[in-house]
């Protein structure tokens, strides 16, 4: 049987590019983010012997935690020395694939200060946290109270004749949990907490105190602290617990930036104060997710391609070499559309990310918050979709592998494990769907009521091409597309295959309303639909953001431009095509008049998209070398840029504790005589 | 705000039960297993200083293999006291939840002996190994080869002077690779490897190599062996690698039953060997799979059910306890389904399984075949469609239960993960549903050229039934159902709706062997059509088995049999309905004369999908305690009998390492100077 070297089947796979790497890579991921990751390689690059990750897949809880905090210290000395900023630190715990116990300092307590704090409160605990001084965490979920946050249990209760608040956990579901950084690191917690003045409750909000001793890290008087044990994955950040016994802190560390107390307990709240800012945080957030989830399926979408090219199996000659997994049709069926939909969601979030600023800037300069239920809205459907489609893309990626996706040394478990939270975290996935659903409804009804539609906004672009003609019970505008419709002309025409997805979205919401309006169905015997109709939606806007971005190749000079635009071209038409075959129910559900809804068209379009699947597996390997991920994110004998797989595979088993010289040759000794030895001896009596 | 403790919520919801638990339990596990389980607990409890799982949540790869091996000693003890069979010891790493290193010696080096070897070579291996004074492990998979077998590196060459076979590793790939019990434990290997005599190639065949000393358990010479680092889970067994140099064993050793090889090197194919007999073992280890996967998510919608119903989150009364999460549609909808899908595996796997016992029986007795290739079919699909359905369930039972899902003390995180590798080994799950289709298509095509339909398998059933007229190119059989169709007809008729999805493969064949053979559509070309097809067939079978064991319903006296009956059917039509709405697109595709192919139907027949649902919800946690899922099992916080959910899981929090007084108090004390304060006092300069 022939056999070909893995590296040299992936060189010859980079000879098929039919455009420049390193351009993509500039045009998907950005000028910015090329720069902060070459910064970022730079520094972890230097000091190995704290930055290497090799070894991660060795070690257990303590271990992890003890590693990511030396990180950690090497991270706040280069913060301290204005070396690195607080997105540069960011960017290290994408780079290096894990999180580290001060993730959360950055991530929640600072920004938590930065919005909530006083500029008084700044400078006595921003400042200090930012010069890590002090170390703190966001404290809001409970163990038995999670998204809804007024359900909290723990109290702040102002006492005056000390002028302080007194922080009680009465319960034990009122324990903090989830914290981040509080099980071994944080020196302070910015605690939510039910404010209680007088005996009359104000709701939640946000109270430093400090938890650990400055002096010794011991926990202070009052206060029960520990971390909450293992978890699947997020295992270098010590997520923790704590419990307050009464523990009293001056009233100056209630943030009052969104309410002011004094000290006769009189309570009032900031004139210039829109509720409508603390939403706005939730936004940020989401978008930040939404922004992370293209690049951390790039690592898996990487991994997973490489090596199935160079992974052989079967073969029609016994005297050839097998044949590279990646070329068979129902390998590239489950793999392809993964790298378009990683490609989407980097083109996208440049878009969407733009248009986050826009509104942040709305608010902040005109307190205009005209843009914010848009923005809303499509954050939370794009963070559910992003989410859902990154974690579980992973999981794609990690079968396609097959047995040896299953090693730590894949690189993907640990990558599974560790976003899988975020489908969770920042409004549970099914909860968001809802969210995205009520604005798409309520933006519909107004279009059928025959309001105006004044908005230029993406949602209402929608609805005011495809408007409902109440008297005629339908959508009016049914013509939808003039020429001849047939798979090919879907398939050649972006806009067209844009128009039809915002045509699925306003036909299912359209249809629910009636439903809900109408039928008077309830919004719980909705459920199914509304799920649907956030994902049709966020189908239609990731496609919708895409299509703008690539409207940006301009930047570069012909024929550049043009040897990008045409794979863009393909990625885009994988991705809208994966979209409408999902589930052809819900095409076969369209009217009749949009000549789309039959069997011949949707067999055909199942060709085209089986088709296109096959052009881009020729371009496979440098779709993904233009993802930019590098060998340290990778952490992965499958996926190395050099496609040395099986000799880093083995250099790494060998260096399992089991196998290790001394420390393993004992342990095994140990095995041997303690639980081995007896039985085979026994039997041998 | 009021709150109920959650033990008394869970025994409230007890009370809901309309039937006896334990009555359902016997019908739904059987009594043999039944019995087999208290027999296990019975010996588990006895002794909780070694078989005690709680700890397993903090252990790293050593420690949970030398805590496994632990067990494997007592085992090995008790079975060598004849107080355990090789039975026992197979469901003792079902009710702990973790499988140990001498899981393959028992599960393949035995069965490998007990298969291929012939009876001298029984005396010479098998009792011993029986007896555990050998420990065994199967070694196929190569580091580069896996699926294809013929492919596979390793040789073992006879070399005449010497009498012996040479075996060997010609390359890094061929490194066995992947082998349970071979990192640490195994003393011997059963090495698949190219027989190679007077240099023809005989194909792959098993042969017995001693590989670690069984005085001091030092490899033996050219042996290069260790275990191959760790994975996603199955961390308790030593999977691990082994590399030959040339390495000599006596002829004796190439396992002669269905291959012999004399001192000349003449080799012979016994008379009475049927190749078809491997064949059947494939089927035998599917059908194990299949047989273990309804018990395995019995486990994850126990802890999900029964945490969702005392977890509560939101309510409309601020004045009362928050919503037990079960009470949500959307939870309801993704949960009550698994709950279906989990009776519906154990129910048919006792059919399953009673038709793969007469399948083997006909072929040891009467060497008669024809069973085997239904058999086979079944058995890939079902295989396919349990484990998918399991691995993914535990996946959606652990989202449901939120954030402390990911906890690893909810206990669906070591399931998931340890159930993972079932979608991979033993036939990939996507290359399986090839061999399905093909046999779904060849019973479809025999049936198109009008040949009569003889056998009386679930399968040709189908097709007889739904027979294709072939001049008029539909199936001729369009009464499917007599009486008006309307969704309330449907769900009210168990056969009908089995009639439906047998229709729906029926059809879904023709359609695509008409495109294979008429319009020489690729296989590649067809793979998605394929996948579905088998997914169809799959379901249609589980029902069909499923239904076939409510008829042993009647071994129960009245009232109690109808008692039980009530909610078998309920779920029996959830799974059912859950199937026919999967992909609308699939409903919409069937004939007109069907009269279900419209939006009316099958907006009717989603609402009775979700009322069913509903219904099942009332009744939900007696549904799960009838599963019989011990807290040994369960070993989780979320999950236990008792409801004392928040307790246990702080118990377990405070057991973490890091907590741990003396040792905890020291890695926190060495953190903080190490990496904390450094930083810190920094920062006060």
Redesign the interface.
């Known amino acids: 049987?022939g056999?070909v070297s893995t590296q040299v089947t992936l060189a010859k796979e980079r000879d098929n590019a039919t455009f420049d790497p390193n351009l993509m890579d500039l045009f998907i991921n950005g000028e910015a983010w090329v720069n902060t990751r070459n910064k970022i390689l730079d520094v972890v690059r230097k000091q190995p012997e704290i930055f290497d990750m090799s070894d991660i897949?060795?070690?257990?809880?303590?271990?992890e935690?003890?590693k990511l905090?030396?990180q950690?210290?090497r991270v706040?000395?280069l913060i301290?020395q204005k070396k690195l900023t607080d997105d540069d630190a960011m960017a290290i715990t994408y780079i290096q694939d894990a999180s580290g116990p001060y993730r959360l300092h950055r991530g929640m307590f600072m920004p938590t200060l930065e919005r909530q704090a006083t500029d008084e409160q700044k400078k006595a605990f921003l400042e200090?946290a930012r010069?890590?001084?002090?170390?703190g965490c966001y404290a809001q979920?409970e163990?038995?109270?999670?998204?809804?946050v007024?359900?909290l249990?723990t109290t702040a209760t102002y006492i005056q004749e000390t002028d302080e608040f007194e922080v009680d956990s009465p319960?034990?579901?009122s324990?903090k949990w989830?914290i981040g950084g509080l099980?071994?690191?944080a020196?302070h917690a910015c605690v939510m907490a039910q404010l209680i003045i007088k005996n009359k409750n104000y709701g939640v909000y946000p109270i430093v105190v400090p938890i650990r001793s400055?002096v010794?890290?011991k926990p202070l008087p009052g206060v029960s602290v520990?971390?909450?044990?293992?978890?699947?994955?997020?295992n270098g950040v010590?997520n923790g617990?704590v419990n307050f016994d009464k523990v009293r802190v001056p009233r100056f560390n209630l943030l009052q930036r969104y309410i002011t107390v004094d000290n006769q307990g009189n309570v009032t709240i900031p004139s210039d104060v829109d509720p409508r800012v603390t939403y706005s945080t939730m936004v940020y957030v989401r978008s930040n997710i939404v922004n992370i989830m293209g690049k951390e399926l790039s690592k898996a979408v990487t991994i997973a391609v490489r090596y199935t090219s160079v992974?052989?199996?079967?073969g029609d000659d016994?005297n050839k070499s097998?044949n590279p997994v990646l070329d068979?049709?129902?390998v590239q069926?489950?793999l392809i559309p993964l790298v378009a939909k990683t490609y989407m969601m980097l083109g996208m979030s440049h878009e969407f990310y733009a248009n986050y600023e826009r509104c942040r800037m709305a608010i902040e300069k005109n307190n205009d918050f005209s843009l914010l239920k848009e923005m809303h809205a499509v954050s939370c459907g794009l963070k559910k979709w992003c989410s859902d489609t990154t974690v579980y893309g992973i999981d794609t990626c990690?079968?396609v592998c097959?047995?040896h996706?299953?090693?730590?040394?894949s690189g993907l478990?640990t990558a599974f494990a560790n976003l899988?939270?975020n489908?969770?975290?920042e409004g549970?996935n099914?909860v968001l769907a809802?969210q995205t659903a009520r604005y798409i409804l309520k933006v519909a009804e107004n279009s059928m009521n025959s309001s105006p539609i004044e908005s230029d906004d993406p949602t209402s672009q929608i609805f005011k091409k495809f408007k409902y003609d109440l008297p005629k019970r339908k959508i009016s505008n049914n013509k939808l597309w003039n020429s001849e419709i047939t798979p090919q002309t879907v398939v050649s025409n972006e806009q067209l295959l844009l128009n039809i997805l915002a045509y699925k979205v306003a036909h299912q919401a359209y249809t629910l309303a009636t439903k809900i309006n109408v039928d008077k169905q309830s919004w719980?015997?909705s459920?199914?639909a509304v799920?649907i109709l956030s994902t049709v939606y966020s189908e239609y806007m990731l496609c919708h953001y895409f299509y703008k971005h690539l409207g940006k190749l301009s930047q570069f000079n012909k024929p550049e431009s043009d040897k990008l635009a045409s794979p863009l071209s393909t990625l885009m038409k994988i991705g809208a095509l994966g979209f409408l075959l999902r589930?052809?129910?819900?095409?076969?559900?369209l009217p009749e008049e949009t000549r789309i809804s039959n069997?011949k068209i949707?067999d055909g379009l199942?060709?085209e998209y089986?088709n296109l699947i096959k052009s881009a597996r020729k371009i496979a390997v440098p779709l993904v070398d233009a993802l930019g991920i590098p060998d340290e994110k990778l952490n992965s004998s499958l996926g190395r840029y050099d496609g040395n797989v099986?000799?880093d595979?083995?250099t790494?088993?060998?260096?399992?504790?089991?196998?290790r010289e001394k420390m393993?040759d004992e342990?095994?000794?140990q095995?041997?005589k303690?639980?081995?030895?007896?039985?085979?001896k026994?039997?041998?009596l």
């Open positions: 049987m056999s897949y060795f070690l257990n809880r303590e271990g935690v003890e905090l030396k950690e210290k706040a000395e301290q200090k010069n890590y001084e002090i170390i979920t163990m038995g109270h999670g998204s809804n007024r359900g249990e319960t034990l579901t324990t989830w099980g071994v690191a020196t400055t010794d890290h520990g971390d909450h044990g293992p978890k699947m994955g997020f010590d617990f992974r052989r199996q079967f016994p097998e068979y049709p129902i069926y489950r990690r079968h097959g047995g996706g299953f090693s730590l040394f478990n899988y939270p489908i969770i975290w549970d099914f809802q719980n015997d459920l199914v799920q589930n052809t129910g819900e095409l076969y559900d069997h949707i199942e060709t089986l099986y000799e595979y083995m790494r088993a060998l260096s399992e504790p089991l196998n393993g342990l095994r000794e095995i041997f303690r639980y081995i030895e007896p039985v085979t026994y039997a041998k």
